[in-house]
């Protein structure tokens, strides 16, 4: 009893991110076992079962294995637009914020941002932002929507209005790209299926390295053209990897074990967001937390994020700052309810002693 006791205050409780999981047994079993080729050959049997599941689940042409999420938007977003051209996404989004300015520094593409309470922007906000077409103009190419929205807190999409979106997109003359990194997330919360959640939208990526547990890699799906054309920008970023069946096999494990229990993730979320709202001094609405992301406001305490989550790390705890005075926590499959419930007590702690 004495070693478990020790053993549960060793363990750290890493709520940075869905991205530290660690490949399940399975996954490393599959890894061990993989048929292998060469890639850039298009040789590799298990990377080219992984792209033809993924398109069966998405109900879409053709897929491409890449090996992250960032290049996978890049990729999508150099396939459909050109240098000089503008993208309209939201002021929060992951290809604004998060990927080291890629699309204007490899892609030539100006983002064009809109500014939204919870990270869903709507047509009625995108269509003034589309620029005329007069020639002194850059001119809008690509909108581009995540869902579900990371700094947003996980929120996801109606499925109507991302559909609405599409139509009136197109009806533009616009291509509409989906940063769908946590899309399985959304599917699981609203109760659909991601081909349904994504049918309208030229071009969709997601990860197998965050919810779905995989150690690495995502997933670009679309139209066979689409894909080809991602394939040799794929290779142009450094993308064409070689034997790189040994990745994809665990990435085939993700797609097909991962989204079973993405429900579970969502449940620890709500119970910690539920938790929090209980503690003084820490500002979060519970209500709004939908998937696997919690976002909360401990400026109250006199801490700012920083020095919160250094008091939280001397006690076994991690997670991320936001800004100065917000904390992002990610649940995922290495996260039990009794991690979440130790995480509450240390957090309740760190709270009543403040600075």
């Known amino acids: 009893m004495e070693s478990e006791t020790r053993n549960a205050m060793s363990k750290v409780i890493d709520l940075r991110s869905d991205t530290v999981?660690?490949?399940?047994?399975?996954?490393?079993?599959?890894?061990?076992?993989?048929e292998v080729g060469d890639d850039v050959y298009m040789?590799?049997?298990?990377?080219?079962?992984?792209?033809?599941?993924?398109?069966?689940?998405?109900a879409r042409e053709a897929a491409l294995f890449v090996?992250?999420?960032?290049?996978?938007?890049?990729?999508?977003?150099?396939?459909?637009?050109?240098?000089?051209?503008?993208?309209?996404?939201?002021?929060?989004?992951?290809?604004?914020?998060?990927?080291?300015?890629?699309?204007?520094?490899?892609?030539?593409v100006l983002p064009r941002v809109i500014s939204t309470t919870d990270g869903i922007m709507t047509w009625e906000q995108i269509a003034p932002a589309i620029r005329e077409k007069i020639y002194t103009r850059p001119q809008t190419a690509l909108v581009a929507l995540e869902n579900t929205h990371n700094m947003a807190g996980g929120t996801v999409y109606p499925t109507?209005?991302?559909?609405?979106?599409c139509d009136r997109a197109h009806e533009a003359g616009l291509k509409v790209h989906l940063d769908g990194a946590r899309i399985f997330n959304a599917a699981v919360y609203l109760g659909q299926e991601v081909a349904e959640l994504?049918?309208?939208?030229?071009?969709?990526?997601?990860?197998?390295?965050?919810?779905?547990?995989?150690?690495?890699?995502?997933?670009?799906v679309g139209s066979n053209d689409l894909i080809g054309r991602c394939r040799m920008i794929r290779k142009m970023l450094g993308g064409g990897m070689r034997q790189v069946g040994v990745?994809?096999?665990?990435?085939?494990?993700?797609?097909?074990d991962g989204p079973k229990r993405l429900h579970v993730d969502h449940e620890n979320a709500k119970l910690l967001a539920q938790g929090l709202a209980q503690m003084p001094r820490i500002h979060i609405?519970?209500?709004?937390?939908?998937?696997?992301?919690?976002?909360?406001?401990?400026?109250?305490?006199?801490?700012?994020?920083?020095?919160f989550l250094q008091q939280l790390s001397v006690r076994q705890v991690l997670g991320g700052p936001v800004d100065d005075r917000r904390v992002r926590m990610v649940t995922h499959l290495d996260v039990a309810r009794r991690d979440i419930e130790q995480a509450?007590?240390?957090?309740?702690?760190?709270?009543?002693?403040?600075?």
């Open 198 to 220: 994504t049918k309208k939208f030229d071009s969709i990526q997601f990860c197998f390295s965050k919810g779905l547990g995989a150690p690495v890699g995502s997933m670009i």
């Open 160 to 165: 109507r209005l991302a559909h609405a979106i």
């Open 67 to 108: 090996p992250s999420g960032s290049m996978g938007n890049l990729t999508c977003i150099m396939a459909q637009t050109e240098r000089g051209q503008e993208l309209i996404c939201e002021a929060a989004g992951h290809v604004y914020n998060y990927e080291m300015a890629s699309l204007a520094a490899l892609a030539g």
């Open 21 to 34: 999981t660690r490949p399940s047994p399975a996954m490393r079993k599959a890894m061990a076992e993989a």
């Open 344 to 355: 509450l007590k240390v957090i309740g702690e760190v709270v009543g002693k403040g600075l």
């Open 43 to 58: 040789e590799d049997p298990t990377v080219n079962r992984l792209q033809e599941r993924a398109a069966e689940v998405f």
């Open 247 to 256: 990745l994809a096999a665990a990435a085939l494990v993700a797609l097909e």
């Open 285 to 307: 609405q519970p209500e709004k937390v939908q998937t696997n992301i919690v976002l909360y406001d401990i400026g109250a305490t006199g801490m700012s994020s920083s020095q």
